[in-house]
């Protein structure tokens, strides 16, 4: 069994910066990811000398990883965390072996998923979503060839084809499928108060229009025997080889939603569950913190400076700080963070999530049920999504909801006519991740280990 003061889940923007500070104030730190590198999807593959698009953001990525390697933290990484119980402790699979943890306190950074968009036809081969697109884009170079469409909404889906574009990567068409409102123009003022996160979403899409055809519609429909082979498009039809779609991103709660009495609140403006947090990223569970994207969708910089003072507060409790000390050295990290999350009323205004589809389109892949069927239970009396579970097997496939969880709640509101936050998410059992008997066997004591104890 590991013992540390700390234990951080994720190395993304949070996760790095929380271990950084951590050990800045002498606390003993470990880091786990399941990736085979830290920095997340946003820092994936950061570089010091990066040029062209996200360059900035990359180069931010290369100096937090440099100074995560020169902070003195553990990092274990392709570490996947499956279980946490009181103390608090934690289960870790790693090289097939489970492994526990215990730590003083444990800060989740657990970061966002992307929501699925579901169009008719989108199950087809062929289509993905962008985030996996830019994951292969920035891990192992592969550029965007052939007929490629983007399809979708929210800053991503501009980066990605930006950094694509700039690097040799080619691209058909773009479908914009969002829609400017009053009700997102009421919140323009307050972004203009930090305009830099919106003059680089300019710069992306002005970039990419100079390139690529924009069309601005939302009657989008895939069709291919047994692959994607063409879209339609506001009525026009194109040729397509790959469709990329995109609808923004969640924070991903599969988690904190496992941990018993982890209380979670529904965040209307962005459509999304969110862990019930303080100021300092303390969750309702003695010891448990979040910080960044899992406790609410702020973006890189505010993920960041979320791990640090989360891990300030994390060190104040285990004595290396005194509250006041807490207190000054965090109070500037605040003030940023509320400036950098200034934007985010009017973004999640813009980017309101897209409709469900009609009936027929398939929304739980792993089990193959449509809208038409979630609707169905909502009509014989399914309140809920964990209720939809005995009615239709919905979110019981391989991805245990990861994918399917935020679709099936929108259709079940919708199909109820109550607001997001009356129907309940997924709840989700550890472990959340899979995992065979084979390595849960390895938790046990070996049989020799147990006679020498006298316990054979």
């Known amino acids: 069994m590991t013992k540390v003061d700390i234990l951080i889940v994720g190395a993304g923007p949070a996760g790095m910066s929380a271990a950084i500070e951590a050990r800045r104030h002498g606390a003993s730190v470990l880091l786990l990811d399941e990736n085979a590198a830290p920095g997340g999807q946003v820092h994936r593959a950061a570089k010091p000398d990066a040029v062209g698009p996200g360059a900035a953001q990359s180069r931010e990525g290369a100096a937090l990883m440099a100074a995560l390697r020169a902070s003195g933290a553990g990092l274990h990484s392709g570490a996947v965390l499956w279980a946490i119980e009181p103390g608090p402790r934690a289960f870790v699979l790693q090289d097939h072996a489970v492994h526990e943890v215990d730590a003083g306190r444990v800060i989740l950074a657990s970061g966002a998923t992307e929501r699925a968009l579901p169009i008719p036809g989108w199950t087809l081969p062929g289509v993905m979503g962008v985030g996996a697109a830019q994951i292969l884009l920035k891990s192992a170079g592969l550029r965007p060839r052939g007929r490629v469409w983007i399809a979708g909404q929210g800053p991503l889906i501009w980066l990605y084809a930006a950094q694509a574009l700039a690097r040799g990567g080619e691209i058909a068409g773009i479908v914009d499928m969002s829609r400017i409102t009053p009700h997102a ?59 990329l779609l995109h609808d923004g991103v969640v924070p991903n709660t599969q988690v904190t939603r496992a941990i018993q009495g982890c209380e979670h609140r529904w965040n209307a403006a962005q459509r999304a569950w969110e862990p019930v947090l303080d100021d300092w990223g303390n969750t309702l569970i003695p010891g448990i913190l979040v910080a960044g994207d899992g406790g609410g969708i702020g973006g890189a910089a505010a993920a960041s400076l979320s791990g640090r003072i989360a891990a300030l507060e994390a060190v104040r409790a285990l004595g ?28 999640d205004a813009l980017f309101v999530p897209l409709p469900m589809p009609v009936d027929e389109v398939t929304l739980c892949r792993c089990e193959e049920v449509t809208a038409g069927s979630v609707r169905a239970a909502a009509g014989l009396g399914c309140l809920g999504t964990n209720q939809l579970k005995a009615f239709t097997r919905a979110g019981m496939g391989l991805c245990q909801g990861r994918i399917c969880g935020p679709l099936l709640h929108a259709t079940l509101a919708e199909a109820r006519g109550v607001p997001g936050g009356d129907v309940d998410p997924l709840r989700t059992r550890f472990p959340t991740k899979p995992l065979s008997l084979g390595e849960l066997a390895t938790l046990a004591p070996s049989a020799s280990a147990a006679s020498a104890s006298g316990k054979g």
């Open 185 to 243: 123009l009421l919140r323009l003022p307050r972004a203009l108060t930090a305009p830099g996160y919106l003059l680089r979403g300019l710069a992306w899409m002005r970039a990419v229009r100079q390139r690529v055809p924009v069309f601005r519609t939302r009657d989008v429909v895939v069709e291919g025997d047994g692959r994607l082979e063409r879209i339609h498009v506001g009525g026009q039809i194109h040729t397509a080889d790959t469709l």
């Open 320 to 347: 290396h700080l005194g509250g006041a000390q807490r207190d000054a050295l965090a109070a500037p990290l605040m003030r940023r963070r509320r400036a950098e999350l200034a934007p985010r009323g009017f973004l």
